[in-house]
């Protein structure tokens, strides 16, 4: 008798004593933190401090040299490729095809998905994205901030559980920026899971639920409901390390 496939949805997401090296270098180095439904997780320090190789652990694409992550009460290493429907990515590269319009492009991943009406799916995210008349466009026509609006749809189609952003404000003009806490916000209270990482505190503050602070690979303190996060944030990078 087989005991029953574990479910793949989760209401947390926890990141337990975490490390990855790469040879001798440690780009993480025992970090530990948990991300919920409904809250909006910043992962911060400077260049080399491991938060783009934590989101690439988080989205399931490179596993930890030590240490345990676990969506629910499934760990990483045991999950089936099936979690990564439950996850949405956006980072450096958008994963757009500029020889396609938007709505190609959102329809394409939409069927990717497996979502039953990829039209309609296309046709909301553009909605969502303030795109709609702009659907059968190319992208490759487009500004930077309006091929994020559509890469940010791109990874959020599926209505994935968590979601991992990396500098999403990167290169954005005023409104794309204001657009995109919007929307940030409001896959928080629908009960989504986000973790971003960003250089950019004024934006990020008053944004955030907790601020995880990296330094080295390492986590030096982690805040909950920051305020002030520039003060904070250099405060932080003063500290010892946790690990």
């Known amino acids: 008798m087989t005991s029953a496939a574990p479910s793949l949805d989760f209401d947390r997401v926890t990141v337990d004593d975490v490390s ?41 694409l490179l596993r930890p040299s030590s240490g345990t992550i676990r969506y629910g009460t499934l760990q990483a290493v045991n999950a089936p490729p099936a979690l990564r429907a439950r996850i949405g990515v956006l980072g450096h ?19 990717l998905y497996g979502l039953r009406d ?26 930077r901030g309006m091929r994020q609006r559509v890469a940010l749809e791109r990874a ?21 920026t204001s657009a995109l806490i919007t929307r940030l916000r409001s896959l928080r209270d629908s009960g989504a899971a986000i973790v971003l990482a960003t250089h950019d505190l004024d934006l990020a503050d008053g944004l955030l639920d907790e601020a995880v ?31």
């Open 20 to 60: 990855r090296h790469f040879g001798r270098r440690r780009a993480v180095s025992r970090v530990s933190f948990a991300a919920a439904r409904g809250a909006i997780i910043g992962l911060l320090g400077p260049n080399g401090a491991g938060k783009s190789t934590l989101l690439t652990m988080l989205a399931t």
């Open 156 to 176: 959020l189609i599926h209505e994935p559980r968590l979601v991992l952003l990396d500098e999403p404000f990167t290169g954005l003009d005023e409104a794309s």
């Open 213 to 243: 602070f990296l330094r080295e690979g390492r986590m030096v303190q982690l805040l909950s409901r920051p305020e002030g996060l520039r003060s904070a944030y250099r405060n932080a990078m003063t500290r010892p390390s946790q690990s």
């Open 118 to 143: 990829a039209d309609s799916a296309a046709r909301a995210a553009l909605e969502r994205a303030g795109l709609a008349d702009r659907g059968n466009d190319l992208v490759a026509g487009f500004s």
């Open 93 to 111: 590269d958008l994963f757009l095809y500029p020889e396609l319009t938007a709505r190609e492009n959102l329809k394409f991943f939409a069927a």
